[in-house]
């Protein structure tokens, strides 16, 4: 089964309101770029989920040659009002089964979630196998990835504010039984609350 077509709408529509500037390194995110670093060394790297660049264009600034692809051509227009294709190339596709140039990766990592946007199994394990089909002979794999913790969801409840700020609101929704979350985004503006549809997690 194939979720692209429903990521890349949500990603394309959230791209609308992306800041680039936000693809800085900060303190959050300096452990983390000081680990694919090291893992990348003098090799190249690929991010299956670029999106904007928020964890690549840091990356790249340190000296990582880094590449990227990503479901969504309006997140990766945000990434190359940053920094140009030919800096950092990005092709549009699902991470489990698009091309990267070149096979000779030192690195490919999926973070912040991003292996969750593939909700079926299949898409998944065919995710692992184009990451290894990109990767030289002992070369890395790096996914970070947030578990639910759902045996600490009061009995009955389905609902879980993740982020709620004076701007914007995520709610995530649990469905225990298909092991399925779906974040809904709402942004604030003044007394409107537009919603937008949620990215689906497993």
Same mark, same amino acid.
């Given at each position: ?10 990603? %394309? ?5 992306? #800041? ?5 390194? /900060? %303190?959050? /995110? ?12 003098? +090799?190249?790297?690929?991010?299956? !989920?670029? !999106? ?28 190359? #009002? ?8 990005? /092709?549009? +596709? ?7 140039? +070149?096979? #000779? ?11 969750? @946007? ?6 998944? &394990?065919? @995710? ?10 002992? !070369?890395?794999?790096? &996914? ?11 009995? !009955? ?5 993740? /982020? ?24 604030? #503006? ?13």
């Amino acid at each position: 089964m194939d979720s692209s077509a429903e990521q890349r709408r949500f990603w %394309d529509n959230h791209a609308l309101s992306w #800041d680039p500037s936000a693809a800085v390194e /900060t %303190d959050d /995110t300096t452990p983390l770029l000081d680990f694919l670093a090291a893992l990348a060394g003098d +090799g190249p790297a690929l991010e299956l !989920g670029i !999106g904007t660049g928020r964890i690549a264009v840091p990356l790249y600034r340190r000296g990582v040659s880094v590449a990227g692809i990503d479901v969504s051509p309006g997140m990766i227009k945000v990434l190359h #009002d940053t920094v140009s294709a030919e800096e950092i190339p990005a /092709t549009v +596709g699902s991470m489990a089964s698009a091309d990267a140039p +070149g096979r #000779d990766y030192r690195l490919v990592y999926v973070i912040a979630n991003a292996i969750s @946007c593939l909700v079926y199994q299949d898409e998944q &394990i065919a @995710c692992f196998q184009n990451a290894a089909r990109h990767l030289r002979p002992g !070369g890395h794999l790096v &996914i970070s990835l947030w578990v639910p913790q759902l045996r600490e969801l009061p009995l !009955g409840q389905t609902l879980v504010a993740g /982020t709620v700020t004076d701007t914007k609101w995520i709610i995530d929704s649990y469905d225990i039984v298909a092991q399925r979350v779906v974040s809904h985004h709402f942004t604030v #503006d003044g007394d409107r609350v537009i919603g937008s549809r949620g990215s689906q997690h497993r």
